[in-house]
């Protein structure tokens, strides 16, 4: 009875808590309410900021997929987009994994310099190393190619880091047992140290992801064929006209928006361990 | 004699492993980080455009004509002003939701946690396009505050100089604080609960366990988030793009935005005077990452 | 020390095995995608292009419609348009491309804007490729128009849309305030105002609008005028009294409320034009297509010449971009034949062209060729506008705009001014104070 009571006073003395989240989760979601209803509405409602539901949502996607060129419309650049991200995040993980293992587990003073070295590259601007790295792409070939795309993104003093802090969980006790049962130090990595990274792996697989889908400066830079247009480059053609369809771009932005949410969805339990690891 | 001969090689062998490990990671940056960098750096003593690019004379021309450059004077003033204002508001409430959400009591937190991270992983052009239209002249925002009486008529929020900066700083803060606040959050969880519990009979309020225990304990956490703060600031480029192309009259340009605009932005790029404000940049952010690193760096 | 040296070799060993290891996955994820480089297939002897452009609702059509009139010539020739999102992007890839000498990743052909071609010409010239030698009648594309695509008496371009200026009015608004087309025709800026002033209180609509972060009636103006922003290759400003008294009127059109100065290019379209909060707007005839997106409005539009300083009826031209053949190409007799059949008036010479016929239809695009004006479909009357033969009567504005000093940094001044006259309507400074300084950032932008 008493417990009861004074669950309900806690819940009670919550309340401007509640009040305040609501209010900010509003207004974190409220704009995905608009986007949504931006895409059911014609160009000049959406012009008008029109917020409720509209009746042009079927026009709108039948628009949407007519835009575009042959080879280069709605489904192909979803496609495209797929295709190089997953193939950036897998890479990505795989090469700044194996860094930050390597960074924390086998640390030294000369390693620890050297990471120190390789935050830099975090404040190197971007603009500066665009015409180097289309001169250095174009030599090697990779113009239009995953490679040109993914190469300059894989590797990360953010995701180095993010993994040399969660390796700090990894007992080196561990490490010592399996050496003493003679497994070769590359196999220490692949059978002790992945499985039970998994929560560090969802986590910098969502915020690589979530970069690698969005990127737009450099992907407008390397793939200039149109077959190699991805989406957000997709909805930037249909941005930037003398006259913009207002409803149908937002159509497609939601269909921009949906891949990275789905993700973000399905892994958020580990996402927040990982992070969680990442800050220890 | 035998046994130390295989230790050796079993330490050499560690040894080689740990390195190896490590290489592709940092042979990428070099190359597609510190190379380009380099390459700006000689650039940067070069004048002229396209083919007819040539060593500069006097050789630090480009690194004097910044002085003189009111435009780029403007956008450092710029990034400063948003650096100072929205980094330090986004982290406060950053904190301040985590520490809300970190509540054992507390209902519905994977709800609160998952709409407050959403704005981050909205694509660029949807966020800008909806920031864009809801400050309009005709937009969601001034109807709101007219219809409440609180404007007498439409504010063109987007075209003065200082509320377009309001709102871009409106813009990052709402896009960012729920990106930090899951860093936070994830910190504030690292925390033993039993900590609190003792500071409770001590007879410590609210306020003094936050700043005494919470703060301290999450010192990490919050530099960490500071460099990735002040490093996103200073190159800030997507905002200023989006919203208000820097307008009205330069008064919301960066200067990762100005130094775009010279280089591809506005005709033929002149790219030795730009690698010179890509390496003002690049110094400018490493100082500022170093002092917060030498000050929150307690522990050795 | 040996430690030291041994990871050295380490390290190079490995390095070696990730280059090795990075070029083999890189093939296999190119052929796994199936994309090829941009512009391979145009060999000699083929029958195929491609080609950047940059609006899927106003000049792709018009590029369609050339790879469609040139299939009477050559039935398998099949034109590759690869969209961009806006000009700058083939900007951007001609720097890009300029900076690492590498031009295997642009298009046969490319549109590019007018005033921007002289720069990357003069910077860029392994870029490009002389049309000369491609058989077209110069004469009949319009003198102004090609004065932009010609570098030093050699053609690279083939004109594309005219840019030609227009002034669209609404006349019900005008009859809201109690004024007739006629009323607005031959009229000065001052006039202008008073009559705005007018519309403004009996509509509350702007008699017109401009995009404040990129202001092209600086250029319009002073060109109705018969006047350049340029003076022997120097910015011709504080001394040049039409564009200062063009500043002043400007400034004074939107301290009063007649002029609506948008803060970008998007609110100038989708606000001020889509948004209905105009009753007139003055700018390159491109700008139609988004005049005609408000249906409601339908027949309450016409148009006619500008105002001016004195009174005379003001003729002038803004934006348009032309076809170039870029060197990338590999089959540059065809991309000549193809370009000269269609948009350097060939297939006009009958009379009518299915190029001009079908980028005007599709895309409200409006050509420069003489010969194609001719058509009926040039010829005809506008619902929207009233009935009124709008497309011939553009093509009779064209043959007046008079031919200005041109400049690179047309964009650098354009910036500087607008930027400067915002200043002055928010009254941070005065008129005098804004030129001087426009003219000395401009001079400061153009040191190399």
Known sequence: ?280 | METKKKGLTLAGKQLAAGWLFLTPATLLIFVMSFWPMIQAFLTSFKSGKGVNIHWADPLFVNYTRMLQDTMFIQAMKNTFLYLIIQVPIMLILAILLAQLLNNKDLKFKGFFRTCIFLPCATSLVSYSLIFKSMFATQGLFNTILVNLGILKENFNFLGTPWSAKLVIILALIWRWTGYNMVFYLAGLQNIEYSVYEAAKIDGANGWKTFWNITVPLLKPTIVMTFIMSINGTLQLFDESVNLTKGGPAGATMTMSHYIYNQSFGQGVGNFGYTSALCFVVFILVAILAVINLKVGDTRD | MKKKLLSLVLVSAMATSMVACGSGAATTENGSTGSAPAATEGEAGGHKLTLWAWDESFNIPAMQAAAEDYKEVDPEFELEIITQSQSSDVENAITNAGQSGDFSNLADITLFQDHYFQQFCVNYPDAWVSVDDAGVDWNGLGAEKLSYSTVDGVHYGFPVDAGTAIMAYNTEYLAAAGYTLDDVQNITWDEFIEIGKKVKEATGKYLLCMDGSGNDFFYMMCQAEGVSQWKDGQPYVTENQTLVDIFTVQAKMAQEGVLYLANDWGDYTDQAIVGDMVAGVYNGNWIIPTIKKVESNAGKWEIVPAPTLTGKPGYASNGGSSLYITSNCQNTELAKAFLAYTFGGGSAADGTSLTYDNALLNGGVIGTCAAAAKSDVYQAGVDYFNGQAIYADIVAYTQNVPVIEQNDYHYTLREKLSNHLISVVNGEEDIDAALAAAEQETVFAMQE
């Not at chain 1, 390693?111 to 971007?126: E, H, S, T, W, Y």
């Not at chain 1, 039970?196 to 064929?225: E, H, L, R």
């Open chain 1, 1 to 280: 009875m008493t417990k009861k009571k004074n669950r309900s006073m806690i819940q009670r003395r919550l309340i401007p808590t509640y009040i305040f989240l609501i209010f900010w989760a509003f207004i974190s979601v409220f704009p995905f309410y608009w986007m949504i209803t931006a895409a059911t509405n014609n160009t000049v409602d959406v012009a008008r900021g029109v917020i409720s539901f509209g009746h042009d949502t079927v026009i709108n996607f039948q628009n949407l997929l007519k835009s575009g060129q042959d080879g280069a419309r709605l489904w192909d650049s979803l496609r495209n987009s797929f295709v190089y991200s997953i193939a950036q995040t897998l890479i990505c993980l795989f090469i700044c994994s194996l860094a930050g293992y390597g960074f924390e587990l086998y640390h030294d003073k000369y390693k620890d310099r050297l990471f120190g070295i390789l935050l830099l590259a975090m404040m190197v601007p971007q603009v500066a190393t665009l015409v180097p790295l289309f001169t250095m792409m174009s030599k090697m070939g990779l113009l239009n190619s995953v490679g040109g795309f993914v190469l300059p993104a894989i590797s990360t003093p953010f995701m180095i880091m993010m993994f040399r802090q969660n390796s700090r969980n990894f007992p080196p006790d561990i490490m010592e047992a399996a050496r003493i049962d003679g497994l070769p130090e590359w196999k220490i990595f692949f059978k002790m140290y992945l499985p039970v990274q998994k929560s560090t792996y969802a986590a910098a697989g969502v915020i690589c992801f979530m970069n690698s889908w969005n990127a737009y400066m450099w992907p407008k830079v390397v793939m200039a064929d149109n077959r190699a247009q991805t989406m957000p480059m997709f909805i930037a053609n249909m941005a930037a006209g003398y006259t913009v369809d207002y409803g149908m771009l937002m159509m497609g932005v939601l269909f921009c928006s949906i891949p990275t949410m789905i993700i973000f969805f399905v892994l958020q339990k580990q996402f927040a361990e990982g992070i969680t690891g990442a800050v220890k």
